[in-house]
């Protein structure tokens, strides 16, 4: 059963255009939600993270959407470039559950250039 | 600095070899994780160590096999894997959340490319 849904599994977006990843997830008592970078041969690296107790976070040209009643959050990446075509996912967590996260299956951007 | 090292950067190994993956890092962090990844796939939760204790093995093979020396060293022993073992091997730390200031970030290191002929 997948607990944290993402979409697209793909996404093709012009330069400087906007590029949205969603992710839906089920278990109310997840209480932080990551997203991550990752570049093909390297390790996920920490994007941005948010907590239920705001429904927006923006860093640079990086924007998380949350919304605790739809049980959903987003990712906005801004004046997309070309070094951003990498693979994201998001993720979500609940404290004392040791840490554990629940991934999202990723979604595969490239950015045109 | 949020670096958190891995040895190898390649491995090949055979099916009877016993080999190590050697991750490290100088954060502080008391939680120190393997993922395992394939292609296209987001990493799988091996194991997490909460202050030098096991406190997750998820149904992992015994073929693998951790080690946390200390607080900055994790280990992962590999003893007669399988070619389907063929993976990236991540690790990753974080702080304690229940500390102060304590947050629940994972920083990853670059991974170990292993493949099992």
């Known amino acids: 059963q997948q607990q944290v849904k993402q979409s697209p599994q793909s996404l093709i977006v012009q330069k400087g255009g906007i590029s949205i990843i969603n992710c839906a997830y089920e278990n109310t008592a997840f209480d932080y939600f990551p997203w991550y970078q990752q570049f093909p041969g390297k390790g996920p690296a920490l994007l941005i993270a948010?907590?239920?107790d705001v429904s927006e976070k923006k860093e640079g040209r990086f924007t998380i959407s949350f919304n605790k009643s739809a049980k959903q959050f987003s990712l906005h990446i801004m004046d997309s470039q070309p070094g951003d075509s990498a693979t994201y996912f998001c993720?979500?967590?609940?404290?004392?559950?040791?840490?554990?996260?629940?991934w999202g299956l990723g979604t595969s951007l490239a950015v045109n250039p | 600095d949020t670096e958190v090292t891995q040895t190898p950067k390649h491995l090949v190994m055979g099916m009877t070899n016993k080999k190590s993956l050697k991750c490290e890092q100088h954060?502080?962090?008391?939680?120190m994780y393997w993922y395992k990844q394939k292609a296209k796939k987001p990493p799988e939760l091996m194991f997490v160590y909460s202050y030098e204790k096991l406190s997750i093995n998820e149904s992992v093979p015994s073929r693998f096999s951790p080690e946390c020396p200390n607080s900055s060293l994790l280990n992962l022993h590999l003893h007669a894997l399988q070619p389907e073992d063929s993976a990236l091997y991540l690790c990753?730390?974080?702080?304690?959340?229940?500390?102060?200031?304590?947050?629940?970030?994972?920083?990853f290191g670059p991974g170990t490319r292993l493949t099992v002929l």
């Open positions: 948010i907590r239920p």
């Open positions: 954060m502080g962090h008391r939680a």
């Open positions: 990753a730390s974080s702080q304690d959340s229940r500390l102060a200031g304590g947050t629940d970030t994972q920083y």
């Open positions: 993720a979500a967590s609940r404290t004392g559950n040791n840490r554990k996260l629940i």
